[in-house]
Structure formats: structure tokens, C-alpha cells
């Protein structure tokens, strides 16, 4: 190993130390690139903490006294010079009891072709003689740390790099973060993308945090996640202008990181943006198979991780397929897979071939006489005469549902962290089986749900005249988990109105942390610490790369802020739902009346259907959401640990590899740096390229069903009738307002706001008319503070027109444009009941 021998100085810069304010043009080769940048940007009046910078010569002085080259190994005891330790006595006589933070400042890093970013010491809250010199020390044997050895090696150079170290107050930050002037993921240069956490930046810069992510342009600042609720849109906005400030003063896009305290926000560091920041979208390589394919949007509305669809569609397919063989479905199978990033889904009709179904009659004729087929109807008939329904659901109710739960919290009492290698790749094993075992008994839920729900509509509509809506309201106000998460939030704001102390921490700009409340109302925090416990594994998405409630604790309080002033009021909206499904039941038995056979049947449906209905809400929570926290939990773990190895650059970078690869993570030395950046910029490029709704020939309408024997014709009846009414087809507009589906009763007049993912949900403001996409179980945390619903698509036995009958909240589904033609603050009356949204001019 050499060292690079210091550049020369003039009699004036000879000094121990220098203050940053004074030390424009001195330049890089004495007190580093960091420090060089830093006090150019003071002398052009940008907001610098004022500091003092020891420079390269005393790196040197180090270095040789200690013979550091010589032994190849740091010293215990550092030898220094009696003039360096008192002058490293004076800096922290100057600052007294002032935190301060102590920085490496490398001549070679901070350059627009290597940023050496992180690489280096910093050693933060540093007071007194004797910290600050293990600190200045850390500092510089930073730069025999391996991770720079490695660094330097790629970029080709040689040698130890010249360490100047800068010393500057603490900024006690309420806010920081980085900022980009250039999208690192597009390079669009009209985006800045601003990252923040609460507190100090070291939480954003070591992984302990995943920040908020801001989009600012000219015209506004776009909020894409916000697990910590650090900023507001104007913070972020005035985060944005420094930043392009600093690019306007180098000419360059720039990469900052900024700090806000209090009303004040500082410039801790600016260096140019290097292509090692930039993801470019790259196109992966893909085939469109053959067959039929239709995106499901409604489950995976972005493109899915490389981990999550390296496994997870296929246990799917196979778990939706062995739901619907084992009563006899018309289906060969279920296929799912990944196209340019997209997830697809595809029927494969029996023989497996694809195309116009045959006329009714030769269809008869195929069913009796296939052997295939036959099976298939003996199969349905016997799940018939044995009510196979029944007694899977009772099978939830008995032994299933107690089963998860006890799974789950027994994986919730594991220390991940304290586990060996071996131990955690067994773990994420027994939580992949856990995951696996809950998405098959999921799928043997559905079809119960699918037939009893569907039948009994059927008849509604056959005998009654009643729309798919008008029949939901017998069902409705029987599935309590849907509103489970929200009524205990609703509880929660109650609590926290009831204390002044709290109340006082809710009513201010910034949403309070949990440790915040706890300094002033530690029974309303603790209350909340166990909400956060008991939906903490609930994962915010259906892609293992989202996170968890339990991981963002900000994102429970931010909803909760919302929560405050809504009178969400659940023995009300329970008391309206029972008396909505006692004038329903009251007024079909009335028209039934003198058709004993059909009110037997009606009352037999309407039993079975409201045995089924709740299923399909309480089983999401203990049999995928739950499960997909807990392997997500474990890979992070994983990637932590490879991060601290220095094979991965951050921990979520584990989501970009496959399970396999996870599997043999420990054991191999594989490439990953490579793969991941690979695997990162075709998730850039999915993200920028939305697959088409379908994919290949569409074969046409269902088969005509007629000549297929009764228990066949009638189950492949009610799968058709719910696959229509999950997913409908979108309503088109009429006049100047929008038309969907009714699925949900009721008028209300409100303010837009548009949410498109849950990155969005503290936009959400009291009495909001929420307009989405399309909503998963998890966003019932919601439902108690808005005043309607509208989506993009979904049908009335989607989960959002469940969960928004169970609050018994106005909603309109299956819009197809609410939120591409809506706009935010929009005032707006939604018609659930004619499922009709009039826009006021």
C-alpha cells in the first residue's frame, strides 16, 4: 500500500486548523472535496453551518507517526503531536456543550464521477476533548476501512486518499434528508426527489428509516410515501428550491442533504449527481405467451419485486386452481405470471386449448362423454350433496382461523436479529411455508364465498327484480373484521380527544411520533403501542417489497390526526345496517309470500349466504397480509446482514434478487451489486411502462352452459356471475358527471382527494370523498373518515364495496376515469344508490 504524498501549502494555510467560512479556494487537496464544496457554498450565501476544518497534513502527520503503512494495522493507543491534541483541546473548548458533528472530508470524494457517498466516517453528538479526538481519529483510519479499499479498487486508484476532517454544531434536526435535482430513477431533470425521516439524517443514511419520498416540479410537490410524516408539501417545496439552487450555482444536477430545525433549513453537504446514483430504466427481456392473458390490476396494480414473483404467482395459480377443482369447476387450470413486470393471470378451459367455446349442445354431448369432464361433474354434485361449502367454513371458524393466528404470533415473538445465518434462512423457510399454507386455505375460502354469494344473488335477481346492490344490503353489516382496524382507530381518537396533552401534540403542523405522546400521555401511547402490535404484521400491499403497518408507527399516527374531529360512530352505522337488512328481508319475504317453494329456497340462500359472506374479509388479515409481513420481516433481516458484508448496498435490496438466490445467499458469493442494479432498472423501466390491460386473442363470451348437468351448469354459473361482479367492466360517463356501479348506498357531497396508492393516505383529510383505483383490505383503515367512495374499477363483491357497506358510506365503483378526470378539492355529490357522481363546476 502507498500514500499519496499532500499537496503544498502556502505559509498562510500552514495552520493546525482552519475555519470553514475563510477556506474558499483553498481547495480539496487540503481540507478535502466535502469541505472545499461546503465553504464555496458559504462564501456564495447558501444556509452552511459554520465549522472548523483540520486538514490533510495532520491526516499525514497520523498516518506516519503511527506507521500505520508500515504495519498494515490502526493503532489502540493513536500517537499524536502535543500541538494537534491542544489544539483539538481548544476547537472543543470553543464549542463547549455543543454536539457537534465530525466528518471525514477525502480529497477524491464528492467528484462527479465517484461520490464515495457513505464511505467514510461520522461520528455525530460528539462534546468534550476526549470524544472529539476518538472522533477525528475514526475519521481518518476511516480511510483504511475496507468498504473504501473496495471502492477505490473499482475506480481504478491506488493508495490511501488524503482525509481532512470537518467539524461543525450538531444541527438538531426535526427534518433531514437528501435531495435530488435530477430523478435519479428517470432522469427527468424537471423532477427534484426530495427523501426525508424525523430526526437526524444518520436514520435515512444507515437504513434504520425508509424515508418519505416527495416529487417536486415547478408547479407542485407530489408526496409518493410518507411512513414518516416528515415534511409538509411546502417544506418539501422549499427543500426543492435550495437544492436547485445549489445546481444553478454549479451548473450540474446535484445530490444535497439538508437538515430543518426548527423554522430554519441547512445545507450539510452538496456533491455532484454520478451515474452510481442513477437507476437507468433498462427493458428486460420478455415473451407475450400464447394464450388469453388479463393483467390483475386490482391485486398488483405496479410491477411486482423479483422476489415476490419468483415464487408467489406460481403458489398462487396453483392454490386458485385446487380451490376450484375440488368442486368440479369447468377449468383445466390457472396460470400466472409476470409480463414486462406486469402480473397476468389465464383460464386454461378443460382440454387445454383456448378458443370459442363449442355450441351448447356439443358442449352436452363433451361433458358426458370426456372422462375428464365426467370427473369434473361427479365432483361438483358431490360437493353439492355434501355441502362442501359448509363445511370448509366451519372448518375456518373451528380449526383454521385459531390455527394462523397461534402461527403468526408465535412468529412474532422471534427475535430475528439474535438468529444465526442458518437459523434465519430456516426461519424465512417456515414463514414462506406459512405463507404458502395460508394463500391454499384462502383459496378454499373463495369458492364458498363465490358460490353461496353468487347464488343467492342470482335468485334475487331472478325472483325479486333486484339489482346486485339492492341484494348486498341483506348481507351487509356481517363482516366485522372489514371494520375492525377502523373502529379501533376511531377508539383511539377518542382517547387522544379525552386528553388535552395529546390533543395538543395532534393539533400542531407535524403529525407527533409514538415517543412524543408517550412523554406526555404515556396510557394513550401505550394504547396505541398495542394497536400498532396487534396490526403490525399487516402488510400494506400484496408484493413482499411493501411495507408494514408495524414498520411505519408515523403512518398509524398520521391516520390517527385524521381520525380526530370525525365522528365515526360504529353502533350507529351497526344499528342502520340491521334495520336496512330487516326492511330487505321483510320486503322479499312479503313478495315471496304466496310462493312457498321459492321463499324455502330464498330463506335457504339468504342463510348461506350470510354464513359465507363474512369469510372473505376475516380470513385476508391471518392468511396473506400477516404471512407477507412476516417473510418480508425475515428478508430484511437477511438484507441487513448482506448489507453489513457490503454485498448489498441498502436492506431492501433483497427484494430484487429471487428466493432462490435469497436461499443461497450465506453460502455463495454470487455477484449481487450487479444483478440488483440489473433487476433495479427494469423495475425503472415497468414502472415507466404499464402492461396492456390483456394479452392475446380474447376468446369471447362464456360457454352456454344450458345441456351441462345442474350441479355443474350452477357452480360454474355463480363463479361467472362473481368473476363479472368482482372486476366489472368500467360504466361509460354520461353527461358532464361519471357513472359506475352502485355499490353502496346513499348521497354525499364532498371535497375530492385523489389517493392512488397507500404512499398517499395522509393526504386524506375528515369527510374526503376518497377516489382510488381500487382498494384492498388493508385500506379499511380509512373508511371511518371519509364520506364516500369512488374507484376506478372493481364491482359490488370487491373489497371496496364491502368494506364501504360495512361503514355504510356512499360508493360508486367501476368508474374506469374518476381519478384521471377528478382532481383534488373538486367538490363532488356521489349517488350510491344510482351510482352516479355529479362534478360541480
Request: charged fraction near 25%.
Given at each position: 500500500m502507498?500514500?499519496e ?6 505559509a ?5 486548523s ?6 474558499a479556494?483553498?481547495g480539496?487537496?487540503?481540507i ?7 465553504a464555496?457554498?458559504?462564501q456564495?450565501?447558501f444556509?452552511?453551518p ?11 502527520q497520523?498516518v506516519?507517526?503511527n ?11 493513536p ?9 483539538i483541546?481548544r ?8 454536539p457537534?458533528a ?10 462527479p ?10 461520528v ?10 476518538r472522533a ?51 432522469g ?9 425521516v424525523?430526526g437526524?439524517?444518520e436514520r435515512?443514511?444507515s437504513?434504520e ?6 416529487i ?7 408526496a409518493?410515501r ?11 417545496r ?15 444536477p ?10 430554519e433549513l ?15 430504466p433498462?427493458?428486460?427481456e ?16 405496479r410491477p411486482l419485486?423479483?422476489?415476490?414473483s ?5 403458489e ?9 377443482q375440488?368442486?368440479?369447476?369447468l377449468?383445466d387450470?390457472?396460470e400466472?405470471r ?6 397476468y393471470?389465464?383460464m386454461?378451459?378443460p ?7 363449442p ?13 375428464s ?5 361427479k365432483?361438483?354434485s358431490a360437493a353439492?350433496?355434501q355441502?362442501l361449502?359448509g ?6 371458524w ?7 393466528f397461534a402461527?403468526i404470533?408465535?412468529f412474532?415473538?422471534?427475535d430475528?436479529?439474535s438468529l444465526?445465518?442458518a437459523e ?5 423457510e417456515?414463514?414462506l ?16 364465498f ?5 347464488e343467492f ?9 333486484w339489482t ?6 341483506l348481507l351487509?353489516?356481517v363482516s366485522t373484521?372489514?371494520t375492525e382496524p377502523?373502529r ?6 377518542r ?5 388535552p396533552?395529546?390533543?395538543?401534540l395532534?393539533?400542531?403542523?407535524q ?8 412523554a ?12 400498532q402490535q396487534?396490526?403490525g404484521p ?9 411495507p ?7 403512518f ?10 370525525q ?10 345496517l340491521e ?7 321483510d320486503?322479499?319475504?312479503r ?8 321463499l324455502?329456497r330464498?330463506?335457504k340462500l ?8 363474512p369469510v372473505r ?9 400477516a ?7 425475515a428478508?430484511l433481516e437477511i438484507?441487513?446482514r448482506l ?17 432462490e ?6 453460502s455463495?458469493?454470487d455477484?449481487?451489486?450487479t444483478?440488483?442494479?440489473?433487476r ?9 411502462n404499464p402492461?396492456?390491460g ?5 376468446p369471447?363470451?362464456?360457454?352456454d352452459?344450458?345441456?351441462?348437468p345442474?350441479?355443474l351448469r ?7 356471475w ?5 372486476l366489472?367492466?368500467?360504466?361509460p360517463a ?16 364532498g ?5 392512488r396508492s397507500?404512499?398517499e393516505?395522509?393526504k ?18 380509512l373508511?371511518s373518515?371519509?364520506?364516500?367512495l369512488?374507484t376506478d374499477t372493481?364491482g ?7 368494506i364501504?357497506?360495512?361503514?355504510g358510506i ?7 376515469t374518476?381519478?384521471?378526470t ?10 350510491g ?9
Amino acid at each position: 500500500m502507498t500514500i499519496e504524498a499532500p499537496a503544498p501549502r502556502s505559509a498562510a494555510s500552514r495552520r493546525i486548523s482552519l475555519q470553514l467560512a475563510d477556506s474558499a479556494g483553498v481547495g480539496p487537496s487540503v481540507i478535502g472535496s466535502k469541505a472545499a464544496n461546503l465553504a464555496d457554498l458559504i462564501q456564495a450565501g447558501f444556509p452552511v453551518p459554520h465549522g472548523v476544518v483540520l486538514p490533510v497534513d495532520l491526516f499525514f502527520q497520523y498516518v506516519e507517526a503511527n506507521q500505520i503503512i508500515d504495519s498494515g494495522s490502526l493503532p489502540v493507543e493513536p500517537i499524536l503531536s502535543d500541538d494537534v491534541r491542544d489544539e483539538i483541546a481548544r476547537i472543543a473548548a470553543k464549542f463547549g456543550d455543543t454536539p457537534l458533528a465530525v466528518r471525514s472530508s477525502a480529497s477524491d470524494e464528492d467528484l462527479p464521477d465517484a461520490s464515495y457517498a457513505g464511505l467514510y466516517d461520522t461520528v455525530l453528538g460528539v462534546v468534550g476533548p476526549e470524544a472529539l479526538q476518538r472522533a477525528i481519529v475514526q475519521c481518518w483510519g476511516s480511510a483504511f476501512n475496507d468498504r473504501v479499499v473496495s471502492y477505490r479498487q473499482r475506480q481504478g486508484d491506488q493508495g490511501v486518499p488524503p482525509v481532512a476532517v470537518l467539524i461543525q454544531p450538531l444541527v438538531p434536526a426535526d427534518a433531514a434528508g437528501v435531495a435530488f435535482t435530477m430523478n435519479p430513477i428517470t432522469g427527468n431533470r424537471d423532477e427534484t426527489v426530495v427523501s426525508a425521516v424525523r430526526g437526524l439524517g444518520e436514520r435515512l443514511v444507515s437504513g434504520e428509516a425508509s424515508p418519505d419520498e416527495w416529487i417536486v416540479t415547478s408547479h407542485e410537490a407530489l408526496a409518493h410515501r410518507t411512513p414518516e410524516s416528515a415534511l409538509t408539501a411546502p417544506q418539501a417545496r422549499q427543500v426543492a428550491e435550495l437544492a436547485r439552487q445549489v445546481e444553478a450555482h454549479y451548473g450540474t444536477p446535484q445530490d444535497i442533504e439538508w437538515a430543518i430545525s426548527g423554522d430554519e433549513l441547512k445545507l450539510l453537504q452538496a456533491r455532484p449527481i454520478t451515474t452510481t446514483n442513477l437507476i437507468e430504466p433498462i427493458k428486460p427481456e420478455f415473451e407475450i405467451p400464447e394464450g388469453f392473458w388479463r393483467r390483475d390490476a386490482g391485486h398488483y396494480p405496479r410491477p411486482l419485486s423479483p422476489v415476490t414473483s419468483s415464487f408467489y404467482l406460481a403458489e398462487l395459480a396453483e392454490a386458485i386452481t385446487d380451490g376450484l377443482q375440488q368442486f368440479g369447476a369447468l377449468i383445466d387450470r390457472i396460470e400466472a405470471r409476470t409480463i414486462g413486470g406486469y402480473a397476468y393471470l389465464r383460464m386454461v378451459p378443460p382440454g387445454g386449448k383456448e378458443g370459442p367455446p363449442p355450441p351448447w349442445y356439443i358442449l352436452g354431448a363433451v361433458v358426458r362423454l370426456m372422462p375428464s369432464a365426467r370427473a369434473m361433474v361427479k365432483r361438483a354434485s358431490a360437493a353439492r350433496e355434501q355441502d362442501l361449502s359448509g363445511q370448509l367454513i366451519e372448518r375456518w371458524w373451528k380449526q383454521w382461523r385459531g390455527e394462523l393466528f397461534a402461527r403468526i404470533d408465535a412468529f412474532q415473538q422471534v427475535d430475528l436479529a439474535s438468529l444465526t445465518d442458518a437459523e434465519l434462512v430456516k426461519q424465512l423457510e417456515a414463514r414462506l411455508t406459512l405463507l404458502r399454507d395460508g394463500n391454499r386455505i384462502h383459496f378454499q375460502l373463495v369458492v364458498p364465498f363465490m358460490i353461496s354469494v353468487s347464488e343467492f344473488a342470482i335468485f334475487c335477481r331472478d325472483e325479486l327484480g333486484w339489482t346486485p346492490r339492492q341484494a348486498m344490503d341483506l348481507l351487509s353489516g356481517v363482516s366485522t373484521m372489514s371494520t375492525e382496524p377502523g373502529r379501533e382507530l376511531a377508539e383511539l381518537a377518542r382517547l387522544v380527544s379525552e386528553s388535552p396533552d395529546a390533543l395538543g401534540l395532534f393539533a400542531t403542523d407535524q403529525v407527533p411520533s409514538l415517543s412524543e405522546l408517550e412523554a406526555v400521555a404515556p396510557n394513550v401511547a401505550m394504547t396505541i403501542s398495542r394497536y400498532q402490535q396487534r396490526f403490525g404484521p399487516r402488510s400494506l400491499g400484496e408484493d413482499l417489497i411493501e411495507p408494514t403497518l408495524g414498520e411505519h408507527p408515523e403512518f398509524t399516527m398520521g391516520l390517527l390526526r385524521s381520525q380526530l374531529g370525525q365522528e365515526y360512530n360504529a353502533e350507529r352505522v351497526t344499528e342502520e345496517l340491521e334495520r336496512t337488512r330487516a326492511e330487505r328481508l321483510d320486503h322479499a319475504r312479503r313478495m315471496l309470500r304466496d310462493r312457498p317453494v321459492k321463499l324455502a329456497r330464498f330463506d335457504k340462500l339468504v342463510s348461506q349466504a350470510l354464513r359465507a359472506y363474512p369469510v372473505r374479509e376475516d380470513n385476508s388479515f391471518p392468511t396473506y397480509q400477516a404471512p407477507i409481513g412476516l417473510v418480508r420481516y425475515a428478508l430484511l433481516e437477511i438484507g441487513r446482514r448482506l448489507t453489513e458484508e457490503e454485498r448489498l448496498d441498502r436492506a431492501d435490496d433483497i427484494m430484487f434478487l429471487k428466493i432462490e438466490e435469497v436461499r443461497r445467499a450465506f453460502s455463495e458469493t454470487d455477484d449481487m451489486a450487479t444483478t440488483v442494479k440489473q433487476r433495479r432498472g427494469e423495475h425503472a423501466w415497468a414502472l415507466a411502462n404499464p402492461g396492456p390491460g390483456t394479452y392475446g386473442p380474447d376468446p369471447g363470451d362464456p360457454p352456454d352452459l344450458r345441456a351441462v348437468p345442474s350441479d355443474l351448469r350452477s357452480l360454474m354459473d355463480a363463479i361467472l356471475w362473481f368473476i363479472d361482479h368482482d372486476l366489472d367492466t368500467p360504466v361509460p360517463a354520461q353527461g358532464d358527471g361519471l357513472s359506475g356501479v352502485s355499490a353502496s348506498p346513499g348521497v354525499y357531497r364532498g371535497p375530492v382527494r385523489i389517493i392512488r396508492s397507500v404512499a398517499e393516505f395522509h393526504k386524506l383529510q375528515p369527510g374526503d370523498v376518497l377516489v382510488c383505483p381500487i382498494t384492498s383490505p388493508v385500506w379499511s383503515v380509512l373508511f371511518s373518515s371519509v364520506g364516500a367512495l369512488v374507484t376506478d374499477t372493481g364491482g359490488v363483491l370487491s373489497h371496496s364495496a364491502i368494506i364501504a357497506r360495512e361503514y355504510g358510506i356512499p360508493a360508486v365503483v367501476a368508474t374506469g376515469t374518476a381519478t384521471s378526470t377528478l382532481t383534488d378539492g373538486q367538490m363532488v355529490t356521489v349517488d350510491g344508490t344510482r351510482g352516479v357522481i355529479e362534478v360541480e363546476q
